[in-house]
T-cell receptor, first 115, second 110 residues
Framework: ETGVTQTPRHLVMGMTNKKSLKCEQHLGHNAMYWYKQSAKKPLELMFVYSLEERVENNSVPSRFSPECPNSSHLFLHLHTLQPEDSALYLCASSQANQQARYGYTFGSGTRLTVV | DAKTTQPNSMESNEEEPVHLPCNHS???????IHWYRQLPSQGPEYVIH???SNVNNRMASLAIAEDRKSSTLILHRATLRDAAVYYC???????????FGPGTRLSVLP
């Protein structure tokens, strides 16, 4: 375990389903991130929360909806996804404005398959 | 973000040292050099980072060129478990967030 826990590890959902991915950290970090990693592609930054406020949204389709109720928890709500959204979704956390000195801690990811 | 350039892939024999290069000719004075690696079906994990001086930890060593325009991650004795994609990333505290390139895919041969 890295200190960042993601659930579920695997998820298969139909295109009309609604599901949520969960991320939890107890490292005392105050910034959290969602990344998407499609097959054979680099990680793509999706959303950034710093001090519980969303500070970045990289042109992600509205069928992905993040939520950060507190500095320890991050959710990614999914609805009406497409097959091309199948990917590994990774959560990370860091100390806001200190990521250069201390870096990020990643979770193990949720492998999402949209059928 | 300052850009980094890494070879797409490298091979090493088990129990031999591995030197993974990274070029970052546009690095600024406040950029830290970070290395992460990603094992199959896992999230990236921190390996090492540095600013100007060479760094050592239990996983690896980081050799930083005097002009800071390049760096080398050194695995002293590669094991099969070191087979992964290795990412070299530049970060400062004031810019955008970690942006990952394609990295170097390291294969370790028994």
């Amino acid at each position: 375990e890295t200190g960042v826990t993601q659930t579920p590890r695997h998820l298969v959902m139909g295109m009309t389903n609604k599901k949520s991915l969960k991320c939890e950290q107890h490292l005392g970090h105050n910034a959290m991130y969602w990344y998407k990693q499609s097959a054979k592609k680099p990680l793509e930054l999706m959303f950034v929360y710093s001090l519980e406020e969303r500070v970045e949204n990289n042109s992600v389709p509205s069928r992905f909806s993040p939520e950060c109720p507190n500095s320890s928890h991050l959710f990614l709500h999914l609805h009406t996804l497409q097959p091309e959204d199948s990917a590994l979704y990774l959560c990370a956390s860091s100390q806001a404005n200190q990521q250069a000195r201390y870096g990020y801690t990643f979770g193990s990811g949720t492998r999402l398959t949209v059928v | 973000d300052a850009k980094t350039t890494q070879p797409n892939s490298m091979e090493s024999n088990e129990e031999e040292p591995v030197h993974l290069p990274c070029n970052h000719s546009t690095i600024s004075g406040t950029d830290y050099i970070h290395w992460y690696r990603q094992l199959p079906s896992q999230g990236p994990e921190y390996v090492i980072h540095g600013l100007t001086s060479n760094v050592n930890n239990r996983m690896a060593s980081l050799a930083i060129a005097e002009d800071r325009k390049s760096s080398t991650l050194i695995l002293h004795r590669a094991t099969l478990r070191d087979a992964a994609v290795y990412y070299c990333i530049l970060r400062d505290n004031y810019g955008q967030n970690f942006v990952f390139g394609p990295g170097t895919r390291l294969s370790v041969l028994p």
